[in-house]
């Protein structure tokens, strides 16, 4: 490879093969250009040179786009997206409006649905909520597989799905957030899909309680749905092994918060979600990555995601780990060992899906189990559950308020314990 002088290459400079900061870290790909912000950033952490096997190629400069600005806090903005992104300046795709019009017709259908149904059934409203899930899971795996095949995103259309997925969990939260992993679960080629559809019902659900406005609340959707889209361009092999990656292959797999937002820049996005895509693994403490910034240096969506992209991954299986319950990746977060998160953001994980988190299953002292169904706004220990076996005068699953006292949680069930309930309920 030729090694090139980071001072001496130009604003849009472009070359006919990849360009890498060492002989694995990929920094562009071919025929990308060079940016400004990239170059400063690159001085900012100590490189001095990159290395290619490509020559560089002439472009005409009016052709470039224009140099985003280094990111900073002062960066972070709401860009207006349906001003910026019009119909004139996004070419309409037939197939991707259509997934999105089949989108909004499953979710207007299980509205109704849901309505039709009695306050008391709460099963028959996850049941259909299962299928807003579904639909989203396979809405997502249609964008990823459009960019692979097509190296395109709308920011436009995913933006319309975010809205539609954000007016569904306005009422219908509580149902979602039931639909987790069991123990056991595969981990397959839909790894990413999963995680991203997850951290993204997670993230809106903190976003709504900090009450953020609409618009903010949608680029964060956008932004959770497509943290991980930078792994695209990484061998599969590096993030479906069954074992510990080696320190050369981690720092491999660490580059995909560059190439997500070398992505989503590629494609428009407003520069905010760029900026959240490229922090969800900075840290608080500093010891997170690409640049190790802290504190106030990290955007807000930046915080966010990096407390629901770990919430999710704690909680959901693993080819190299032992999945844990939800409860006890909730007392993982409140740990928050070396202050790794922000405490707001946690504090709203909590208030918002409970200590012990809605879908999980507790163990309660008058010897009854139940499942967590519903968040309790005055004390997040105390969630609303529904008594396994049991029905009530409708003949449904008997719902109640824990408690201090006969109704009190004394501990969430073990993974074992929860799969041997699953099993006798099915008989």
Not at 260 to 285: A, D, M
Not at 324 to 339: C, F, G, P, R, V
Request: one cysteine or more; proline letters at 4%; charged letters at 25%.
């Amino acid at each position: 490879m030729t090694a090139l002088k980071i001072s001496e290459i130009n604003e849009g400079a472009t070359y006919s093969a990849p360009v890498y900061l060492d002989s694995q870290f990929l920094l562009l790909d071919e025929m990308q250009p060079f940016s400004a912000s990239l170059k400063r950033f690159l001085v900012e952490w100590g490189f001095k040179e990159v290395l290619t096997e490509g020559e560089p190629q002439e472009r005409l400069r009016k052709s470039m786009p224009k140099a985003k600005p280094a990111l900073n806090a002062s960066s972070f903005e709401t860009v207006d997206i349906n001003a910026v992104f019009n119909d004139e300046e996004e070419p309409k795709d037939r197939t991707a409006i259509e997934t999105n019009q089949q989108l909004a017709e499953v979710i207007e259908k299980a509205q109704k649905e849901i309505a039709a149904l009695s306050e008391y059934d709460i099963e028959g409203k996850i049941a259909v909520s299962g299928n807003v899930y579904n639909s989203f899971k396979d809405y997502i795996s249609k964008i990823y597989t459009r960019f692979v095949t097509h190296r395109e995103l709308k920011i436009g259309l995913l933006s319309e799905a975010v809205q539609i997925l954000c007016d569904f969990m306005k009422n219908n939260r509580k149902y979602l957030l039931q639909i987790n992993p069991l123990p056991g679960d595969k981990i397959d080629k839909n790894f990413i899909v999963n995680h991203s559809l997850r951290s993204t019902i997670y993230a809106l659900t903190i976003g709504q309680n900090l009450r953020m406005p609409n618009l903010k609340l949608v680029e964060l959707g956008v932004a959770a749905l497509l943290h991980e889209i930078g792994q695209i361009r990484l061998p599969p092999q590096l993030y479906l092994t069954d074992r510990r990656l080696l320190p050369n292959e981690r720092q491999v797999l660490m580059t995909h918060t560059i190439l997500g937002y070398n992505i989503l820049k590629e494609n428009g996005f407003p520069l905010s979600i760029q900026v959240g895509v490229f922090e969800h693994h900075e840290r608080e403490n500093g010891k997170g990555y690409p640049r190790k910034i802290s504190g106030n240096q990290i955007s807000l969506y930046g915080k966010i995601l990096s407390v629901v992209c770990s919430f999710e991954a704690i909680s959901a299986p693993r080819h190299y780990k032992e999945m844990k319950s939800t409860h006890e990746a909730m007392i993982e977060m409140l740990k928050n060992q070396d202050k790794q998160y922000d405490d707001t953001v946690i504090k709203a994980l909590v208030q918002s899906v409970s200590l012990f988190p809605i879908g999980g299953y507790v163990f309660l002292a008058n010897g009854k189990v139940a499942q967590v169904v519903d968040t309790n706004g005055i004390d997040p220990r105390m969630p609303i559950v529904q008594i396994l076996g049991e029905r009530d005068a409708n003949g449904f699953p008997r719902t109640i308020q824990t408690n201090s006292d006969k109704f009190k949680i004394i501990r969430a069930l073990t993974k074992n314990e929860i799969a041997s309930v699953l099993k006798a309920l099915k008989k």
